[in-house]
């Protein structure tokens, strides 16, 4: 995904920058993977435990 107008931009959106503690730059919090795996698993949980016999560690 391209950067758009980078004069838009606090500061150059390819150099990390920190501000107020917090780092900033282009994919400087990029967890995708992490989130599409977490969520692709918790359709078949749930419908594993809509059974009120199940518990979480049958699931």
Request: charged letters at 20%; proline letters at 10%.
């Amino acid at each position: 995904m391209p950067a758009g107008p980078v004069d838009a931009w606090t500061s150059p959106p390819f150099d990390p920058n920190i501000r107020g503690g917090r780092i900033y730059a282009r994919g400087a919090g990029d967890n995708k993977g992490k989130h599409s795996r977490s969520s692709s698993q918790l359709t078949p949980t749930l419908r594993c435990m809509e059974d009120s016999r199940a518990t979480l560690s049958s699931c």
